[in-house]
């Protein structure tokens, strides 16, 4: 098994200084989610030979080890210029996981969750066109199900994904995204058992559930807006089960890539990321 960090927090340091903080803070493996100077949220990559070559040299360096790359494109997109430019996109992205050596890459479905059925056929599409690039540059892929996507729901992405019927195409669960997985009831040991063998990819952050007290858990303005909000906060503060999540994992016997996903403490992210992973390893390292 191996425990990432997405280093969002610290993506206003250069590469080379974010690597060395991965390193500083005891991580051995990143998952680089979007950052301005690589691979953008929704915009073409901006990453050339050079910039390649001097995040591989930081990596090397340290001994860092590059888990996957989280590239996100508008490619289930109800607009068709959007997927059009998203699947262009994914192209260059593959390429980019090419030339940095690394063999996976990690998505989410994207759409709109009150355009269902219009983004998972904007979706099936993309894949249409980007299954033939995975494959024959030999990249997996693994997606997650994210708040507001056109399938917000555990079982549902989790039957999406084996649908697709190809060993290298499996599924992330999310935990800060528990409550939406099944509607706020946060049975998180069902969800991780009906993903079964596809499941091979954790984020792991906190929040709370967004339906409870009343649906008042959060307060959003103006009343009765439509928003989908959740947090990835710290183990323990929010109201994720972790001893189902981790005793669960333990069952099952969980051997895939196990990310660190804080975003809510970037003005503590160092002390936030050192609690987190010895969380993780003193529960999944045993």
Not at 188 to 217: E, Q
Request: with cysteine; net charge negative; charged share 30%.
């Amino acid at each position: 098994m191996r425990i990432a960090l997405d280093p969002y927090m610290y993506r206003n340091l250069s590469l080379g200084k974010m690597v060395d903080k991965v390193a500083e803070l005891g991580y051995e493996h990143i998952e680089l989610s979007p950052r301005e100077d690589f691979l953008p949220f929704y915009k073409a990559p901006r990453v050339d030979k050079a910039r390649i070559k001097e995040f591989r040299k930081a990596l090397s360096d340290t001994g860092v080890k590059l888990s996957s790359l989280l590239p996100m494109y508008h490619w289930a997109a109800a607009d068709e210029g959007l997927r059009v430019a998203a699947v262009r996109n994914w192209k260059r992205a593959i390429q980019i996981a090419v030339e940095m050596d690394c063999e996976l890459v990690n998505t989410e479905f994207t759409g709109q969750s009150d355009s269902p059925l219009v983004c998972e056929n904007q979706f099936m599409r993309s894949m249409d066109e980007l299954i033939p690039e995975f494959e024959r540059e030999g990249i997996k892929l693994d997606i997650q199900a994210h708040p507001y996507d056109f399938c917000e729901r555990n079982n549902e992405s989790v039957d999406i994904i084996r649908g697709l019927d190809r060993d290298w195409i499996n599924y992330l669960y999310a935990a800060p995204h528990t409550f939406f997985y099944d509607d706020g009831v946060g049975d998180i040991a069902s969800m991780l058992k009906y993903a079964g063998s596809k499941l091979t990819h954790l984020i792991i952050a906190d929040t709370y559930n967004h339906k409870a007290s009343s649906g008042l858990r959060y307060i959003v303005n103006p009343p009765g807006v439509t928003a989908t909000v959740h947090q990835h906060l710290d183990i323990g503060q929010g109201e994720v089960n972790w001893e189902a999540f981790f005793g669960t994992l333990r069952e099952i016997k969980f051997d895939g890539i196990a990310t660190v996903s804080v975003f809510a403490w970037e003005d503590r992210p160092d002390e936030s990321n050192r609690i987190m992973l010895e969380r993780v390893k003193s529960e999944l390292c045993r």
